[in-house]
């Protein structure tokens, strides 16, 4: 076995420039590889975490009547205890937000408009979504100190300026009137028009006590240290909680269609692979099927002067394999650094973008993915393509006739 | 030159399997560039008609403070006149007008917010396709008394049925709270939950009926034979009629666009992905070629011929096979995506089948623009050039004595 390894070894330095436009071919056939779908997963995930803490949050903790009926009968009791509970092992938990969310009617001095009232915490609503850089004018509410900041669009309807007076009147918990007088202490532009024209933002306190639901809220919304976490932390409240009263739920099961959107843009950007599979392809077989034909004298006259042709096969297929590897690892390294810079030095996408995508809060960039699982697909794939390839020379080995060959 | 010529094409054929190598890398490398910008360009041109023809449409005339302020005293004051001209306008290929306000709704369980979209039955039908979302009960000229559609989760919200009764308040144009009743007979899905929590669709007679006592419209939607006309048409309508704002699909709907744009960007990136990895293909299978070939080289030049013929010896030889490729993989490259065309790929096998069940096709139709045809003819013959070029200059280098010993 030695002995082949050793002509196998020999034969690939004896032409290092040979050798290296192989590995070459190889090596950027993974580095291309690697690159697209780093470039593409890091898009998404970069989505993801987009939508997900513009629309909905992470995860989110309710009761389990709230999502069929989301009715402040529907609350569920809040203590300070609960959100130490929930904490256990708090290393994948970023933080959490506290919340209650109900539809009133908002007045101004002539006007009434439907408005949609969030009772919150105003750090938790900034570390998800960047809330205070929305507003526009005054400033945020306190704690407990009685005012509101509504959305730009709502308060032109009502024809309010900081320092009015809105009235929220709806229903609180049990059918108990809920009528209250809040001072505009700001104003937000939200970039949904929707939204715009119906939020208001009031302090969990003023809101619990509005509404007459001391200590209760209606959804508890649970950010991860990272998306991928979140399955892990859900499953982690869900056994921490004794109260089976209460559901979790996470972004897949509250945003199916961003799910069904990626999972469609998932299977573009394969047809997209495959279509790269293809070019890489033809680029190492072109590279194989030459060197095979560069070489065929020399396999001419290695047969004629005795050697057996499943030895030398064996000879060229371990040769093709260590090329093979070199340009798999050398690929892999260098994807690794290119992937690396883009990590860190993200695609920025064209100002028109940029100028759309600021109003939501969003960066207009492109970053890769750094993961493990795509190094180690891409690198295989690429590894398998590789050695079907390498095939060929073996194949040509067995069929060659010894006198045409000689005399090329 | 004559001669030269000739030599290559000989030396073209004299290596069927050399040159099959290099027409099947540049063949390939222009069909992927061509199928990659096709299914893109299909890909962003399905969404998109999904998205406009459901609802957004092409262009959408208001009053110029609706959209901010959405107070039904602000509907647009000539009306006739302007459905009068879009009657009689080429490019429009059908319009509707609607009848639009924010409500409670209230169903005996609870009360949410609501937009409701009043429709003319019969041009919303012949503008969008908005009716197909319907998953049970009977569209609104189905002839019952004061129809509505609701969302699929509204109604679970509210905890109807079809049949079930439901009341909404909303401002008439005196600025004051009216009510009307009306009866369940549909319920839709769409794409987005969100949008189905907050619509509703009642015919626009009725809705005109409890909040003027003139026949107004706040909204005129219009489809287009082509969409790239959607400027001209803005342009003109705003021009022509006073009181009125007409916006083209991007203006109404940036998310609409971030889409379009963002899909233009991710097949610019893969393009250029692509475009290298054919580069470096195209080069390595021409390196080696010519390494092959230095002895050949070598004796011609040993026998007496130039250095510059060499080289552009070479050089024809890339050319003519990169022409032949070009064409050979045009002519591929276009078959297929007509193939496809018709056909479609089918994304299902993928994990694009889940889709469907909201409405989206998981099959991609292909469509080509004759620019994405330049573009990719144009870079794969510089690159195939090029890429020819460095191992031509190679060649020159070349001392006759050394190689022919090898």
């Known amino acids: 076995m030695s002995i082949y390894l050793k002509l196998a070894w020999r034969n690939i330095w004896r032409n290092k420039r040979r050798t290296l436009i192989t ?38 903790v309710q009761d389990f009547r709230y999502e069929d009926e989301p009715s402040l009968d529907n609350a569920f009791r809040y203590a300070h205890s609960f959100s130490e509970a929930i904490r256990v092992n708090d290393d994948q938990i970023d933080f959490s937000i506290p919340r209650i969310e109900t539809f009133m009617l908002a007045a101004g001095a002539e006007q009434t408009r439907g408005a949609m009232v969030l009772g919150t915490d105003l750090e938790g609503e900034h570390k998800l979504n960047n809330l205070k850089d929305r507003l526009t004018e005054g400033r945020f509410f306190e704690s407990g100190d009685g005012t509101a900041v509504m959305g730009e669009g709502l308060a032109g309807r009502l024809d309010l300026a900081v320092g009015d007076t809105v009235i929220l009147l709806g229903q609180g918990r049990f059918g108990m009137t809920a009528a209250g007088m809040f001072e505009v202490a700001g104003l937000i532009k939200h970039p949904m028009r929707d939204m715009n024209n119906q939020l208001v933002y009031i302090s969990l306190p003023d809101a619990q006590w509005l509404l007459s639901a001391e200590n209760h809220i209606t959804s508890l919304l649970v950010t991860p240290t990272h998306v991928s976490y979140t399955d892990a932390v859900a499953e982690e409240i869900r056994s921490g909680l004794d109260n089976d009263e209460l559901r979790i739920l996470t972004w897949p099961e509250m945003m199916p269609e961003l799910l069904e959107a990626l999972k469609f843009d998932r299977a573009g950007s394969r047809v997209m692979m495959g279509i790269l599979y293809v070019v890489i392809g033809f680029g190492i077989f072109g590279t194989i099927l030459t060197m095979t034909m560069e070489r065929l004298r020399e396999f001419g006259i290695l047969l004629s002067v005795g050697m057996h042709r499943l030895k030398l096969a064996l000879v060229v297929f371990i040769e093709t394999i260590i090329i093979s590897f070199l340009g798999v690892i050398s690929g892999t390294v260098l994807g690794f650094f290119v992937v690396l810079y883009f990590y860190f030095n993200p695609i920025v996408l064209g100002e028109e973008m940029e100028n759309m995508l600021q109003e939501w809060g969003m960066e207009a960039i492109m970053p890769a993915a750094l993961a493990p699982d795509i190094f180690l697909w891409q690198g295989l794939v690429i590894l398998i393509m590789t050695t079907v390839i390498c095939f060929y020379p073996t194949i040509k080995i067995f069929t060659l006739n010894i006198l045409d060959s000689a005399r090329t | 030159m004559n001669m030269l010529l000739s030599i290559s094409w000989r030396n073209i054929w004299r290596h069927p399997a050399r040159s099959g190598v290099l027409l099947g890398a540049i063949i390939a490398g222009l069909w992927a560039g061509i199928m990659v910008s096709a299914l893109t360009n299909g890909w962003v041109q399905q969404r998109f008609d999904n998205l406009i023809q459901d609802e957004l449409t092409h262009v959408q005339i208001h009053h110029p403070d609706f959209l901010t ?15 009068a001209f879009l009657e009689n306008d080429e490019r429009i290929l059908s319009y509707t007008p609607r009848l639009l306000s924010d409500a409670m709704i209230q169903s005996p369980l609870t009360a949410s917010g609501v937009q409701i979209r009043g429709v003319d039955t019969e041009s919303e039908k012949q503008t969008t396709t908005f009716h197909e979302n319907l998953i049970e009960g009977a569209y609104l000229d189905a002839g ?39 009866n369940v007979t549909g319920i839709f899905q769409t794409a987005s939950s969100p949008y189905d929590e907050r619509h509703v669709f009642v015919r626009s007679e009725d809705l005109n009926e409890l909040i003027a006592n003139q026949t107004i419209y706040h909204e005129i939607a219009i489809m287009l034979f ?31 666009r971030y889409i379009t744009d963002m899909g233009g960007s991710m097949t610019f990136y893969i393009m250029v992905i692509i475009m290298l990895a054919l580069a470096f293909g195209i080069l390595n299978t021409m390196l080696m070629a010519i390494f092959e070939r230095m002895r050949e080289l070598g ?6 011929m130039s250095k510059l013929r060499v080289f552009l010896m070479i050089m024809l030889e890339s050319v003519i096979l990169t022409l032949t490729g070009a064409i050979a993989g045009l002519i591929i490259a276009h078959l297929n995506v007509n193939y496809l065309g018709k056909t479609g790929l089918d994304l299902s096998g993928v994990g694009g089948e889940s889709m469907a069940e909201f409405g989206y096709d998981a099959i991609v139709y292909p469509v080509a623009v004759s620019n994405d045809y330049v573009t990719t003819i144009v870079i794969v013959i510089i690159t195939a050039v090029l890429a020819s070029v460095y191992p031509a200059i190679k060649a020159l280098r070349l001392n006759p004595a050394d190689v022919v010993r090898d």
Request: proline letters at 2%; aromatic letters at 10%; zero cysteines.
């Open chain 2, 226 to 256: 082509d969409e790239s006309m959607s400027d001209s048409l803005t342009m003109d309508l705003n021009h022509r009629f006073d009181g009125i704002a007409a916006e083209s699909w991007y203006e109404l709907s940036p998310e609409l």
């Open chain 2, 299 to 304: 004796m011609l030049m040993a026998v007496g």
């Open chain 1, 23 to 60: 590995v070459s071919s190889i090596m950027f056939a993974v580095v291309f590889a690697l690159f697209l779908e780093s470039i593409e997963r890091g898009a998404h995930d970069l989505m993801v975490e987009n939508m997900t803490r513009f629309h909905t949050g992470f995860i989110r």
């Open chain 2, 144 to 182: 019952f008394r004061n129809p509505i559609l609701l969302g699929a989760q509204l109604a679970e919200k509210l905890n109807v049925e079809i049949g079930h009764r439901v009341v909404m308040s909303f401002q008439n144009l005196d600025n004051d709270i009216t009510s009307g009743a009306f």
């Open chain 2, 69 to 83: 302020e959405r107070e039904p005293w602000l509907f647009i004051e000539n009306a006739d006149e302007i459905l």
